[in-house]
């Protein structure tokens, strides 16, 4: 069964940082891209980066460009977002997404989506 579970979230203050870990199972993960995405209370979900099924090409939302980098180890099955600075404005519960043969915009948008996560939340504050 095809899955996908995040983890790794939890409170941190301004300027700290948090890794998540997105572990997938059930599939072959090294043929999908996989993106992390967000939604903060009363917002749309938003793409924040995603990474190529090789993992040798990235790209990043301009809010977090710089803070946040993204990575995957396909023989653990696994791939991370290392989040740092972060700010109030990061909070969010965020998801990770697999795309088959999709898309990675230069903004970290990954798509079409065929499998999500459930979540971790993350919030920074003080």
């Known amino acids: 069964q095809f899955q996908l579970v995040e983890s790794g979230g939890g409170l941190v203050q301004p300027g700290g940082s948090l890794r998540l870990s997105c572990a997938a199972s059930?599939?072959?993960?090294?043929?999908?891209?996989i993106g992390w995405f967000r939604q903060a209370p009363g917002k749309e979900r938003e793409g924040v980066s995603c990474?190529?099924?090789?993992?040798?090409?990235?790209n990043y939302a301009d809010s977090v460009k710089g803070r946040f980098t993204i990575a995957r180890e396909n023989a653990k099955m696994t791939v991370y977002l290392q989040m740092n600075s972060l700010i109030p404005e990061d909070t969010a519960v965020y998801y990770c997404?697999?795309?088959?043969?999709?898309?990675?915009?230069?903004?970290?948008?990954?798509?079409?989506?065929?499998?999500w996560g459930k979540g971790t939340l993350v919030t920074v504050s003080s």
């Open positions: 997404a697999a795309s088959l043969s999709g898309s990675c915009s230069k903004e970290g948008n990954l798509y079409p989506i065929h499998y």
């Open positions: 990474i190529s099924n090789s993992g040798d090409s990235t």
């Open positions: 059930g599939f072959t993960l090294n043929r999908y891209t």
